[in-house]
């Protein structure tokens, strides 16, 4: 009998601990790493806008967002649209994907980051923009994990914007197209994996209350400071209209962008995925999903 007592106790503990663990997933670390590492590999060129490698990413993310359940975004993942730079036409193309909201299906938050980079140079250098946005690429996906076992209230729209580096094109083109929807909230990430301070910084609560409580009462859940700054109001470069984020405040509709400072790699061929800090992007991560978690809890 206390064999048989013994045994059930440690049954339903073990059933008690894989269902805490269940309800707590988040997203899965090492494949977070993985898919950075991948997608800032030189096997895509660089990313180029309008180039072979931007297209082999553009096919990475579509890959992977269709093995984690997010659907398309109208008829299809990828996006067209033209714009000229120096004279001349070009075309980009926006990957979105949609999480259909339980609660508020007409009500949007837009979290994004751009897929693009700067290529090659002349001299055959490839940039692989790991940090500058493979990281933010990659963190949309961690979303998309977390969306398969937790669904939102409302619905998500997971934007990875072309032509960023050319002048936030696609995110311009995207939120011209969307003028008649529902737009709450983007939330965008550029430069969120490399930090030799363990910093991440976020922009945007100034201009709006809500926001501004929900940060300055935030409870952190890793080791990695949370500054609010690069806002215009310290005397440090202002982030307002830095990345894509800025198209969605020119109309005023609220945004957070989550990055880091400038590191000796930036807009180089060193920034690599071999040169990130990776507790510090693990973290990163963690804390933009909260912050999303607080938010599609309240609304705005």
Known sequence: MKNRTSYLI???????????????FEFNENEL?????????DAFEGRRTGEAGNDKGRAYIIQQFEALGATPFGSQYEHEFTFKRRGTELIGKNVLAKIAGTDFPEQYIVISA??????VSKGGKIFNGADDDAS???ALFAFAEYFKQHPPKHSVILAAFDAEEMGLQGAKY???KMKDSKILLNINMDMISRSAKNQLYVVGTRYNKKLEQLISTFENPTATKLLVGHDGTDGKLDWTYSSDHGPFHKVKIPFLYFGNEDH???????DDFSDITPEFYKNAVKIILEVYKGIDAIGL
């Open 10 to 24: 440690c049954f339903l503990l073990c059933f008690t601990l894989g269902c805490a663990q269940e309800r707590t």
């Open 33 to 41: 790493l993985k898919r950075q590492q991948t997608l800032s590999s």
């Open 114 to 119: 751009h897929h693009d980079h700067l290529g």
């Open 136 to 138: 933010g690429v990659a």
């Open 174 to 176: 995207f939120v011209e």
């Open 264 to 270: 000796p790699a930036y807009h180089k061929p060193t």
